[in-house]
């Protein structure tokens, strides 16, 4: 019943079900209207369902993260921490506003860092939109929730992507003194990041964290059912290449 249960749940769930409906439709165009119809229907399926495995997903991200590890000697005057995305006016326990998974993941770790070594904290991260709040303010609480000194978390709250991260960062670092910083960001997101400080021309030790994978992962056969996490994951690294071609194009 278990591994029953394993199967067909995720045939019950987007994109599982969709992909369901999609070869549905393209039986019933293929004996009705022809084949055309049909084959089109065939091949929107297979992509959705190719785009939701496991396998997929960790074959994208592998591409981002191969050769990524933590530095065995972390040294640094200052940690770097990219902002991601944020719920900015959700309630909760200090204030409005909680950082999204990716940025609490980042989060996390750059206050792990900074206990260990004691050194400020910048937080990189502005208003992406109008009328969203700056990512940097929300991430701040929540540091200084965890424990970490008010005075020692600086904000660069001006950055809208990460081109302007390394940029507005720098500035940051050139106007405090800071040249050994360290750069806390997810591993997916590191070869974009340290091709924007490269440009900026700020050199920094990269501190990837939240990885997914690694050299020997094992492929069970579950990673071949279609999931919501695995989509989602594919479409982030599919994002991480057209950015890092487009940076590479304009800067």
Not at 25 to 41: E, F, N
Not at 198 to 205: H, K, P
């Amino acid at each position: 019943m278990f591994l029953f249960k394993k199967i067909v749940t995720p045939f019950l769930l987007p994109p599982g079900v969709l992909v369901l409906l999609l070869i549905a439709a393209a039986i019933w165009t293929w004996r009705r209207k022809g084949r055309g119809g049909g084959r089109m229907l065939l091949a929107a399926a297979s992509l959705l369902w190719l785009s939701s495995m496991g396998v997929t997903a960790d074959w994208m991200m592998g591409r981002l993260e191969a050769d990524l590890a933590v530095p065995p000697s972390l040294q640094g005057d200052v940690i770097i921490m990219l902002g991601g995305a944020a719920y900015d006016r959700v309630p909760d326990l200090s204030g409005r506003g909680t950082p999204g998974p990716g940025t609490m993941e980042r989060m996390v770790t750059a206050a792990r860092l900074q206990r260990r070594l004691g050194v400020p904290i910048i937080v990189s991260g502005g208003r992406v939109y109008p009328t969203s709040a700056s990512i940097a303010t929300v991430t701040r609480r929540f540091l200084i929730d965890l424990g970490i000194p008010a005075d020692r978390i600086l904000m660069e709250d001006q950055s809208r992507d990460t081109y302007e991260n390394a940029l507005f960062s720098k500035q940051l670092c050139d106007r405090t003194g800071f040249r050994r910083p360290l750069l806390v960001t997810s591993g997916f997101h590191l070869k974009r990041a340290m091709y924007c400080f490269e440009s900026v021309g700020l050199a920094v030790t990269p501190l990837p964290c939240a990885l997914t994978t690694w050299p020997g992962k094992p492929c069970a056969w579950n990673r071949f059912l279609p999931s919501a996490q695995a989509l989602a994951a594919t479409v982030a690294a599919l994002h991480e290449w057209l950015g890092l071609a487009y940076y590479r194009m304009v800067y």
